[in-house]
């Protein structure tokens, strides 16, 4: 067989099997353990690969779990599997990990470095929180009180975010669904329209994909209509518009050289090749940022694979755009120049497909690779994690690449390039403040808690305020569906508790 290309094919990355589990136990205790799923996972992906590669591992990453904790995970596997690689990692929380793994391992087969390698992760969540609420035994590895806790969170957010409850995603995300919506002429009408069309397509997606937590079709409309059973949690996101990590899965991907993949007689049909990729941060401090709606880091990023891909985000004939709040994939389809039409993913998002924290994108990556081997030729694999902080792309084809792959994957220069001056941000603040964005936070029984906006002062400077569930007004301005409140004024004042409060101008 002639090679295609120039590069030698003992240096050209190939994925050449992926593996998935999913686990529904009739039993609580018949749970399976994080380390069973990734095992488990493992080898699917090697007989999805039809030749034996477990036993040659030279490269392991695994993925941040959070729903069990192990001292030392990926060697705890490693014995498992009976292999020492050179390479053995357990990496921090991050939602784009997954696509970053799976881009450095291409760049080890391509170094030389490591023949084989295998990027894989799971959760038990599902299990795990009802084992938890019934107490219920579970039969796993004890659970390793003295490993450390991965910071998250509040451990990088302000004290007066912690106390405005502001410093989780499905608190945070909100400020960007606000402000990109009212940057793009959107009434939050309109928004919330596009947010439900968007959010049905990644539920098709999930109800033709056999390793999907829900599979079936959601009507726009289902999605963003509060009911008991879809709850708001902050505005404008219920319960079917968020990620949801109440799952038990795990996947896998398994990658050799092209050379080593011919010589074990995997099909060339089967084989998906990694051609490049771009990464890129914003400060872990969302208020360290200079507005709230675009990310230069994310339009960096994708920007990059679109140079690879000829300068056009149509060209893909597949795209996985990380789905834990709509805002997210809204960007980045405005990035890539893709239309309202798009369709977002080949795996069903986090909330239909399910949301194993932070290794979504193993088995994005996974849906990826059988769609390519079905008859797609160019994919596009984008991951984000943290709070629109973490962003990591990869585009995958069917072709061998024509060229090496680009060792150096950070386009942070330019991310930085384009972004403006941050503004100090105070904690207390009087007159007049301007809204920048804002969300709304409810309760379990579906009412509020109370509001929060972020706010620009006179002297435009930037805070958080308080709109108290007292507050039926200024939270009706907030609500309007017909108008946007950000860039609207109102009066701040400082609270007894010591916290800023807001209440609109139009109202008073």
């Known amino acids: 067989m002639s090679d295609k290309t120039s590069i030698p094919p003992d240096r050209i990355p190939v994925i050449v099997g992926v593996g998935e589990i999913v686990d529904r136990p009739h039993e609580i205790a018949r749970g399976l353990e994080p380390l069973d799923l990734l095992e488990r996972a493992l080898r699917r992906a090697e007989e999805d690969a039809g030749t034996k590669l477990l036993g040659e591992i030279q490269s392991l990453d695994v993925v941040n779990f959070l729903s069990w904790r192990y001292r030392d995970p990926e060697k705890l596997l490693a014995q498992r599997l009976g292999i020492e690689p050179s390479h053995c990692y357990y990496g921090p929380v991050g939602g784009e990990s997954p696509i970053r793994y799976l881009h450095e391992a291409a760049l080890r087969i391509a170094r030389g470095e490591c023949n084989v390698a295998a990027v894989c992760g799971a959760e038990a969540q599902s299990t795990a929180t009802k084992a938890e609420r019934t107490g219920a035994r579970l039969p796993w590895t004890p659970f390793a009180h003295d490993a450390e806790e991965p910071k998250r969170g509040a451990a990088f957010q302000k004290p007066l975010a912690v106390t405005l409850g502001v410093f989780r995603p499905v608190t945070v995300y909100p400020f960007y669904e606000a402000a990109s919506s009212a940057h793009w002429g ?60 109440m799952v038990n899965m795990g996947g896998a991907l398994m990658l050799t050289s092209l050379a080593k993949a011919r010589a074990a007689g995997v ?55 990380y789905s834990c709040f709509p805002c997210v994939p809204k960007m980045a389809r405005r990035t890539l120049g893709l239309g309202p039409d798009v369709q977002p993913t080949v795996t069903g998002g986090l909330t239909f497909f ?46 061998p690449p024509h060229e090496a792959l680009a060792q150096e994957t950070s386009v942070q220069s330019e991310a930085d390039r384009n972004k403006r001056a ?30 929060v906006v972020m706010l620009r002062t006179e002297d435009r400077r930037r805070t958080l305020a308080r709109i108290p569930a007292s507050d039926y007004a200024t939270l009706a301005h907030l609500l309007d569906m017909n108008r946007t409140p950000v860039g609207s004024r109102g009066e701040i004042t400082m609270a007894a508790d010591g916290v800023p409060e807001w209440q609109a101008s139009n109202i008073l």
């Open 267 to 321: 099909p060339e049909d089967q084989l998906v090749y990694p051609l490049g990729g771009a990464s890129a941060e914003e400060p872990r401090d969302y208020l360290l940022r200079d507005q709230f709606y675009e990310s230069h880091a994310q339009n960096a990023v994708l920007k990059a694979v679109m140079d690879l891909a000829g300068r056009d985000g149509k060209t893909f004939d597949a795209i996985e755009l």
């Open 422 to 451: 941050v503004p100090e941000f105070v904690t207390e603040a009087g007159g007049k403040g301007k809204v920048e964005s804002f969300t709304v936070l409810y309760g379990r029984g579906g009412d509020v808690e109370h509001g």
């Open 186 to 245: 959107q009434t939050p009408r309109e928004a919330m329209a596009e947010s439900g069309t968007l959010w049905s397509r990644y539920s098709e997606a999930a109800a033709q994909n056999p390793n999907a937590w829900l599979k079936r079709r959601f009507a726009p409309v289902e999605i963003t209509t509060p009911t008991a059973d879809n709850r708001l949690i902050a505005w404008p996101y219920t319960k079917l518009m968020v990620a949801n990590p």
């Open 354 to 399: 399910g949301a194993p924290l932070n290794t979504y994108m193993t088995h994005a990556a996974c849906a990826m690779v059988r769609k390519l081997r079905a008859g797609g030729k160019l994919g596009l694999l984008y991951g984000q994690g943290g709070f629109v902080t973490k962003h990591h792309a990869l585009v995958v084809s069917k072709t």
